[in-house]
């Protein structure tokens, strides 16, 4: 963590990023969400706990460019969380990155699991973020998930 910080409206553009990244996953937007990142953005999985202990049971995994981004929504919040997955971020923090056109993300976020009924906290994980400006906006160089249990 540091003391500098982004002019408020590109940290507002970034937060905003990140509300839609959610937003489209959960709905299982595919070209929504791959759209937020860079054509060579990146998604990894660091680690696996099983279900039973508030982990996706997915394996730990490495996911790049917009077609793999794609394919990993539609393989795990369509086909094996049927849509049912909703994400909270919390306690967001952006700060600069080394270039006026980087920025570094860190959040927590709460993942409820609403299959079967009522929702209940399925996994809390730390995500941390790149980000880069481009002709298009900000958009996500990279995301890293960690979820606990470590």
């Known amino acids: 963590m540091n003391d500098r910080a982004l002019p408020a409206a590109d940290e507002l553009a970034i937060r905003n990023l990140l509300a839609r990244y959610v937003h489209f996953a959960d709905a299982g937007e595919l070209d929504a969400f791959a759209s937020l990142f860079t054509e060579d953005g990146s998604w990894t999985r660091e680690n696996t706990p099983p279900a039973s202990q508030g982990g996706s049971g997915l394996p730990a ?21 049927d849509r049912k997955f909703r994400h909270q971020m919390t306690d967001v923090l952006i700060e600069p990155g080394n ?5 570094d993300g860190l959040c927590r976020a709460l993942i409820t699991d609403w299959r079967g009924g009522a929702g209940k906290i399925a996994m809390c994980a730390r995500y941390r973020s790149r980000f880069v400006r481009t002709g298009d906006g900000w958009r996500f160089l990279s995301v890293s998930v960690h979820v606990l249990p470590e």
Not at 65 to 81: H, N, P, V, W, Y
């Open 61 to 81: 995994e490495t996911v790049r460019g917009r077609d793999g981004l794609k394919k990993m929504i539609e393989e795990s919040i369509i086909a094996r969380f």
């Open 99 to 103: 270039t006026p056109e980087e920025a």
